[in-house]
């Protein structure tokens, strides 16, 4: 088991290093000048030409994306904002907190609303809570989160005057960001789920316990849930990295000051430093996250393990 986790491991540094490298050049080739949205309009060609001299902007692409995958994996650093001149770390950081409350909450949504509407489809197939279970499943697919963001803040804000429009506090404060956020996952869960439980449903371990006598709620939790538990948890580890995506978006339609919201103004006035690390945070905590996903995979599916443990044996053998 410890291989396996080693082994998933260093398979995040490459995965970490491909992101390093496509966001570097997606900035690279970004049109505007940092050094222009730092000195204003009223800035002489000389002045501008310093400035960008000084930043390192003016060096070749290769040379200046070697000084970046120096300055991030050897030297640990982000780098500082062109705009702030503060460390791009310590403005993530300050921000995480909103973005992983956001993130957590709709994955819990996620697995605690989008199962067991997927469970209920698929023992019910083609009747009525199939039908409409489905039905919010298309809808979730369907619908745009800012498009949901906004619709919610018109009806719950400014119509109804429920919940606040905007900003951090307490706990109402996250209930529509949440909801927006988490629609479409909670669809995709469902969806996933019941392709799954219809699957393993139709299996003859399944038809041979409901033989034997066993309640409709042993054979599903017991029998039927964790063999169908792999495609499930795919999509749940999906889903996290769609939640952290998504809060790009409903950090800015909310106002929540979070790493969203952070690389969004940093795109505005072209502060690349925070747009890359900010990409790059985001993409390590994916990587992680998938990681325990595979960790999952090893308990629940006893085959990952065999294969392991099997190849250690022979490894020995060998030896």
């Not at 409901?210 to 948890?233: C, F, R």
Request: a positive charge; glycine letters at 10%; proline letters at 4%.
């Amino acid at each position: 088991m410890s291989r396996f986790i080693i082994k998933r491991l260093l398979w995040t540094i490459p995965v970490m290093l491909g992101i390093a490298i496509l966001i570097f050049s997606i900035m690279y080739v970004c049109p505007g000048d940092p050094a222009a949205s730092l000195l204003g309009n009223g800035a002489t060609q000389v002045e501008l030409q310093a400035k960008r001299e000084e930043m390192g902007l003016n060096d070749p692409y290769l040379i200046r994306l070697g000084r970046y995958l120096k300055q991030v994996f050897i030297d640990f650093d982000l780098g500082d904002s062109y705009m702030y001149g503060t460390p791009v770390i310590d403005g993530l950081l300050a921000r995480m907190k909103y973005t992983l409350i956001i993130a957590f909450t709709c994955m819990g949504l996620q697995i605690l609303v989008g199962t067991p509407l997927g469970i209920i489809a698929a023992t019910h197939r083609n009747g009525l809570a199939d039908r409409f279970c489905m039905f919010i499943a298309l809808l979730g697919v369907s619908i745009p989160a800012f498009w949901l963001a906004l619709m919610m803040v018109v009806a719950f804000a400014v119509n109804l005057n429920w919940l606040p429009a905007y900003g951090v506090g307490g706990i109402e404060f996250y209930i529509m960001p949440c909801l927006a956020n988490c629609f479409a996952g909670i669809a995709t869960q469902a969806r996933q789920t019941r392709s799954s439980m219809l699957e393993v449903i139709r299996s003859d371990y399944v038809v041979t316990a409901q033989a034997k006598g066993l309640s409709k709620n042993e054979v599903l939790l017991k029998h039927a849930l964790p063999n169908a538990l792999i495609p499930i948890i795919t999509i749940v580890g999906n889903g996290m990295g769609m939640m952290l995506g998504g809060t790009v978006v409903i950090e800015n339609v909310f106002s929540i000051p979070g790493v969203g919201n952070y690389m969004m103004s940093a795109i505005g006035s072209r502060d690349y430093p925070i747009v890359m690390g900010g990409v790059l945070i985001l993409g390590l905590l994916f990587s992680l996250i998938m990681l325990l996903v595979d960790i999952v995979y090893a308990f629940i599916d006893p085959r990952i393990k065999a294969q392991y443990e099997g190849q250690q044996r022979r490894k020995k053998h060998a030896a």
